[in-house]
T-cell receptor, first 107, second 113 residues
């Protein structure tokens, strides 16, 4: 049983395209995180959300608590956005992670 | 530079030989945690610590021990490693996990033969 489901698993886009990655979860949460894992393996925290919407540069993250769903959008995608994007939910002091969406942006 | 430092980056060991993976942060963060990442399973939480001398089990604690004797350090101990503990391990820290994001270490790739 997966507490966190992401879609799609793999995504290939042309440079400049608008990208959406989806995350659904089945547990009550105190916060949802979006993480980026680079091809070299390092992980960077992109957003932490408990409601509404956040924007950082070309990245936008939204969450709908009632529907238990979050989306990560990338506008004007660029090859340097190629990475694995991971959704994680925090319930109490525990974390549950999605298996990630592997994004490749082609020039 | 604010960072979480893990050592070693790569480790190959034999079954049953005790090992420690170190994790240190220089940001005075209260919260620290350990995760393992496996293909098809994603990241899973092993242990976490809310503060000095306070540790608790995550999703997959079996076969692991941790300690938090001082705020900056949170070592992961494998008393008797087995091949199913071959994985990529990450340490992370946060000032306040309810408000702030996380800073991750660079990862430790462990192979147990």
């Amino acid at each position: 049983k997966n507490e966190v489901e992401q879609s799609p698993q793999n995504l290939t886009a042309q440079e400049g395209e608008f990208i959406t990655i989806n995350c659904s979860y089945s547990v009550g949460i105190s916060a949802l995180h979006w993480l980026q894992q680079h091809p070299g393996g390092g992980i960077v925290s992109l957003f932490m959300l408990s409601s509404g919407k956040k924007k950082h540069g070309r990245l936008i993250a939204t969450i709908n608590i009632q529907e238990k769903h979050s989306s990560l959008h990338i506008t004007a995608s660029h090859p340097r956005d190629s990475a694995v994007y991971i959704c994680a939910v925090r319930t109490g002091n525990q974390f549950y992670f999605g298996t990630g969406t592997s994004l490749t942006v082609i020039p | 530079e604010a960072q979480v430092t893990q050592n070693p980056r790569y480790l190959i060991t034999v079954t049953g030989k005790k090992l420690t993976v170190t994790c240190s942060q220089n940001m005075n963060h209260e919260y620290m945690s350990w995760y393992r990442q496996d293909p098809g399973l994603g990241l899973r939480q092993i242990y976490y610590s809310m503060n000095v001398e306070v540790t608790d089990k995550g999703d997959v604690p079996e076969g692991y021990k941790v300690s938090r004797k001082e705020k900056r350090n949170f070592p992961l101990i494998l008393e008797s490693p087995s091949p199913n503990q071959t994985s990529l391990y990450f340490c992370a820290s946060s000032l306040n996990p309810g408000i702030h994001g996380y800073t991750f270490g660079s990862g430790t790739r462990l192979t147990v033969v």
